[in-house]
């Protein structure tokens, strides 16, 4: 039999499947990841959150580059991969989706279960008070006025709600994420190169506590040796063939 099948065989008779995204499966949708040699951090350092907070500089960096990606999220659209994903948490085959993208492009494709442990690119907060705007009207203020805006509420510090290097992921969404991760009978791990913790450890505690996990990814990652299947293909593709192969269990 093949993986494919196995694979098929095993999402048909679970009960608790998850299924945690990286970058790899929305690269696919035209988003750079933004470590590889087309992402902002090619040319660019990131800015940590220290930074942002402490230094007016650093701040004008941190929209510079966000405007830069911004395009890349407003024009992108949900691919085979994430339109399969959702359709098999509506017919309740997965139990969530926990996703280290800021993209939202789960969601536009049906999703309802996401858990964003970086948040999202789609919406700007205020330290201040809380207030949430919508990004890309504040991006385009920012290229039009070329300096960084404040709330228009309170004038506070405004920033992507998303986790910057050096900021904690929200610890309401990453103990939600554990607590699914460890209760998992099936968990897929698709396009995350599985090095960014704690995101990382989290198909470990799935395997640790019993689940089968299959790994989908273009290239080799640390936990390869942990996995019950393992294939380096087109996510997409991949995911239309274990969709396929359900169609006729």
């Not at 701040?59 to 085979?80: H, L």
């Not at 969601?107 to 970086?118: I, R, T």
């Not at 998303?162 to 992921?169: A, K």
């Amino acid at each position: 039999m093949s993986k494919i099948k196995e694979i098929a065989n095993c999402l048909n008779r679970s009960k608790k499947a998850i299924a945690f995204t990286g970058a790899g499966i929305s690269t696919e949708s035209g988003i750079p990841d933004f470590r590889s040699p087309g992402g902002i951090w090619a040319n660019s350092q990131p800015v940590y959150f220290q930074d942002f907070m402490a230094s007016a500089d650093s701040r004008y960096e941190y929209w510079r580059q966000k405007s830069i990606s911004q395009n890349d999220f407003n024009n992108s659209q949900p691919n085979a991969g994430h339109q399969i994903l959702g359709k098999w948490q509506n017919s309740g085959r997965l139990q969530a989706i926990i996703t280290q993208n800021i993209d939202g492009l789960h969601q536009d494709a049906g999703s309802n279960k996401v858990l964003e442990l970086h948040g999202t690119a789609r919406e700007i907060m205020c330290f201040g008070c809380n207030a949430r705007f919508g990004a890309t009207e504040m991006v385009e203020k920012f290229l039009v006025d070329d300096q960084v805006p404040t709330c228009p509420a309170c004038d506070g510090l405004l920033k992507h709600a998303t986790v910057s290097f050096g900021q904690q992921l929200p610890e309401d969404i990453l103990e939600e994420a554990i607590q699914l991760s460890s209760t998992a009978d099936l968990y897929f791990a698709i396009g995350s190169s599985l090095v960014v913790e704690p995101a990382a450890s989290l198909p470990r505690l799935a395997k640790q506590n019993g689940a089968n996990l299959v790994i989908i990814n273009r290239d080799e990652t640390p936990q390869d040796v942990l996995a019950d299947w393992v294939i380096h293909s087109s996510i997409g593709e991949t995911l239309s063939a274990i969709d396929e192969c359900l169609a006729v269990l």
